[in-house]
C-alpha cells in the first residue's frame, strides 16, 4: 500500500490543474473577449445562441468559457475548470501528452 501513497504524491508534482489550463489558454483561439455578449437569436428576443451547439438559451442559461469566450449552455459546459466542452477536449489532449512527457 505504500507504493500507492507515493504514486499520489508524483501525481501532485506533475502539475496542477492550473497550470494545464495555462498551457491550454495558449495553444485555444479567442472566439470572443471575456464580458463581450453571447450571440443573439435573431428569431426570439430573449433568447442567446450557445457558440458550441447554436440553440438558443436565456442568458442565464449560459456562461462564458474562461479560455476561448465562448458562450455555452450547460451540456456544452465543463463546470471543474469553468471552460466549454471544445477547451475540455483540448485539455484533455494536453493532459495525455503531459502524462506522456512525465512517464521517465
Ligand atoms: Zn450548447
Ligand atoms: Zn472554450
Known sequence: ???????KHADRSRGTPEDLIARIRRDVPRIRDQGNPPEKDPTSFAAYLCDLCNTPHPLSGLRQCTLCGRWTCES???GEFYICNSCNGLKKLHSLQQGRESTR
Do not use: D
Open 1 to 7: 500500500m505504500l507504493w500507492k501513497k507515493k504514486e
Open 76 to 78: 456544452c459546459w465543463t
